[in-house]
């Protein structure tokens, strides 16, 4: 009774999470969701005076209030000063060439903050290079993925970042940003995704109280292998069950849209489905921008620049479903007030950045409704003067859905505890057995043992009181899931074959 009542505590609108996403700054004003309803906060004192455009990450705390950020270069914290060991931590070749400190990279969603499982201090900080030159495109591509940390409780409280020396996680040409995070269906852990360039190459990092686990490899789908490519448009659902990519090639020739969903569970994508995107003409080709999926995951919202575009995602053909919500009306504020970056808040609008440093905010007041019904308005919000330095430079921050909580990963079975203290497994990493510790005598309990893709391949009875033993020295190197069933209980946990 004790469980269910908490859990109904969590579920009345009480923040059970450490983190929110209520807090986008800009250049000298802010859009603030504490009241749950987007509103402009032009008299905060802390406002950034750092242009961020394109790569734009932040975190904070359960109040709302603004931890630290980042622009893909350097690390401010909520006073807006560089954290000790925070700047001009992004050296890349291309990076120091195009950069400097006071701007951004040029790589859309190519960093992301992701709280630590246990310490409430701690955050990492996955984020892109830029190493890697297209010809003749000129597109600058990441062809690695780092890894930092940051310790909000150093610093008097503004926080340090205390591994500067980032770690490589993936080495690879890679998809320009769209680094995706979800939480795992245990409410607790996480998945980080990402995908590689002209590939049908995934990368999924698992994320537990143990750290940051070894990148795993999923090859699903069909590549996109069309030389000389703008970078991917993507995203992943609010529900973490949805991963979407659009392609289009310079000369707006060749186009390719990808759907595919993604398990909470095991972290394996599944159920690919490829699409041609068409070309329609010089003035109206479907050279998407951004991408934003729905906040129920049914439509897809996609940018032309100066025309707005809603995609059924239930629909057999997704492309052919596309229904214009907006054409651009030409304003200019002061700039070309473009349709570009798109984020999903809790109020569940979609907020659309103008292209460039501008006044406005455009909105999607109702993104789960059909065609029209959405309620897209340009100029929704006026971000503020641009004599007064109040400018949306087109960049909203990339989040994860840090309030997503766990789901019933085996049906039929109520009672999931996927803590590990009840099931110690050793070693971990193992290269050949390994042996479960039980701190109960679970006699005639059921094991099972999946890889990546769900497979069950190993299935044992507990006849050993304590202990038992699992050798998968036939298997090859990766994650994989054990699972033991008693007759009240299902404990979850996972092992690493080197």
């Known amino acids: 009774m004790k469980k269910i009542f908490c859990l109904l505590f969590c579920l009345v609108g009480l923040n059970c999470f450490g983190q929110t996403d209520e807090y986008w700054n800009f250049r000298k004003t802010a859009l603030v969701f504490k009241s749950s309803v987007g509103v402009i906060d032009t008299n905060n004192n802390n406002c950034t005076t750092v242009t961020i455009a394109n790569c734009h ?12 950020y980042s622009n893909g270069y350097n690390i401010y914290d909520k006073n807006n000063n560089i954290m000790p060991n925070g700047n001009h931590f992004n050296h890349s070749t291309y ?48 062809s690695k993925l780092r890894l930092l940390v940051i310790d909000k409780s150093l610093n008097g409280g503004l926080g340090d970042v205390v591994f500067k020396d980032s770690t490589l996680l993936v080495g690879d040409t890679l998809v320009n940003g769209n680094i995706f995070a979800t939480r795992n269906a245990n409410g607790k852990d996480w998945w980080v995704i990402l995908k590689k360039y002209h590939s049908d190459k995934y990368f999924i990092i698992p994320i537990d109280s143990n750290g940051v686990g070894s990148p795993f490899v999923q090859h699903i789908g069909t590549a996109y292998t069309v030389p000389y490519t703008y970078p ?20 707006y020739l060749n186009g390719q849209l990808d759907v595919l969903n993604f398990d909470r569970c095991t972290g394996t994508l599944s159920n690919p489905k490829t699409e041609v995107i068409p070309f329609i003409s010089n003035g109206d080709t479907l050279y998407w921008w951004t991408s934003c999926i729905s906040p129920n ?10 025309h707005m575009w809603q995609l059924d995602l239930n629909n057999n053909n997704i492309i052919n479903s596309r229904v214009n919500v907006g054409d651009w009306d030409g304003s200019h504020t002061p700039f070309a007030s473009y349709f570009y970056q798109m984020k999903n808040a809790i109020d569940n609008k979609t907020y659309v950045s103008c292209y460039g440093g501008n006044s406005y905010i455009h909105v999607i007041n109702k993104p789960d409704s ?41 049906i039929g079975i109520e009672n999931v505890n996927t803590e590990n203290d009840e099931l110690n497994i050793f070693p971990n990493p193992t290269h050949s057995s390994f042996t479960i510790n039980f701190s109960n005598d679970w006699n005639n309990a059921a094991i099972k043992i999946f890889n990546l893709t769900g497979q069950m391949i190993v299935e044992k009875q507990n006849q050993n009181g304590k202990q038992f033993s699992i050798d998968l020295s036939h298997q090859s190197a990766g994650i994989y899931f054990v699972e033991v069933q008693t007759s009240t209980n299902i404990y979850r946990s996972k092992v690493v074959k080197e």
């Not at 991917?232 to 000369?251: C, E, F, Q, R, T």
């Open 232 to 251: 991917a448009s993507g995203d992943i659902s609010m529900n973490g069950d949805k991963l979407v990519y659009l392609n289009i090639s310079l000369n």
């Open 297 to 306: 995951g049914r439509f897809l919202y996609t940018t032309t620049g100066n």
């Open 370 to 410: 059909f065609g029209m019904a959405c309620n897209f308005v340009q100029k929704q919000i006026f971000v503020g003067t641009i004599n007064n330095g109040h400018i949306a430079y087109g960049s909203l921050p990339n989040t994860p859905n840090y309030k997503l909580g766990a789901i019933n990963c085996n």
């Open 57 to 68: 990450t932040s975190v904070c705390d359960t109040r709302g209030n603004l931890l630290f």
């Open 95 to 142: 990076g120091d060439i195009y950069i400097n400190g006071n701007s951004s990279y040029p790589v859309n969603k190519g960093a992301i903050i992701i709280p630590f499982v246990k310490d409430t201090n701690r955050f990492y900080m996955f984020y892109n290079d830029l190493d890697y030159e297209e010809q003749p495109s000129n597109n600058l591509l990441p």
